[in-house]
């Protein structure tokens, strides 16, 4: 089974919206992370957010947001207030404690915003 | 801060020849660095995991003796792609991490195309 599930291969939002971006994990370890990343196209991967599996807050990084339903094993992103610059492929990640230095990356959500 | 650098960033070879690509952590101490591979349109591929003075722990299926990693320090690893093939082409991305730190830091990747 994948480690690591978005089901969304693109999306558009229109400009200043927000837009959720669904990630679905698959682990048995108790302890994990989940990760954000933004992969515009120069290639660069940006890291955006982390949560980690015992936070009981969801976490916040200004306009990212990342929605965790542990029981659901889902950690979406929500963007808030898109912007133009916003446009780019966007990953999430898990890591499991077990094997600290994996990542297992989902395949991606090609995020359009429009003006 | 938390800044990896890779150079070159794109580069053009001819088969048969091996190229050399470096990855730096320019304002932190990287324990950990990754290589990850990347098709087009597609998810990043983890190829190896080195620590700083040990061997690197290459992934299944990813052959050793032709992907040359080397991490002799802190702040650099280098991914030796050796006797090249147009199959090799593609975009290499390292990523950073340091000790105790829940996030990798990805160097702007290296597009190499073998001719």
């Known amino acids: ?115 | 801060g938390a800044v990896v650098s890779q150079h070159p960033s794109w580069v053009i070879c001819k088969s048969g020849t091996s190229v050399k690509i470096e990855c730096r952590s320019l304002d932190f101490q990287a324990t950990t660095m990754f290589w990850y591979r990347q098709f087009p349109k597609q998810s990043l591929m983890l190829m190896a995991t080195s620590n700083e003075g040990s061997k690197a722990t290459y992934e299944q299926g990813v052959e050793k003796d032709k992907f040359l990693i080397n991490h002799a320090s802190l702040t650099l690893s280098t991914l030796t792609v050796t006797s090249a093939h147009p199959e090799d082409s593609s975009f290499y991305i390292c990523s950073a991490r340091g000790l105790g730190a829940n996030e990798q830091y990805f160097g702007p990747g290296t597009r190499l195309t073998v001719t």
């Open chain 1, 1 to 115: 089974a994948q480690k690591i599930t978005q089901t969304q291969p693109g999306m558009f939002v229109q400009e200043k919206e927000a837009v959720t971006l669904d990630c679905t994990y698959d682990t048995s370890d108790q302890s994990y992370g989940l990760f954000w990343y933004k992969q515009p196209s120069s290639g660069e991967m940006i890291f955006l957010i982390y949560q980690g599996s015992y936070d009981e807050q969801n976490a916040t990084e200004g306009r990212y947001s990342l929605n965790f339903q542990k029981a659901r094993k889902s950690a979406n992103l929500v963007i808030s207030a898109s912007q133009l610059g916003d446009s780019a492929m966007y990953f999430c990640a898990m890591r499991e404690e077990y094997n600290f230095n994996k990542f297992y990356f989902g395949s991606g959500t090609k995020l359009n915003v429009k003006p």
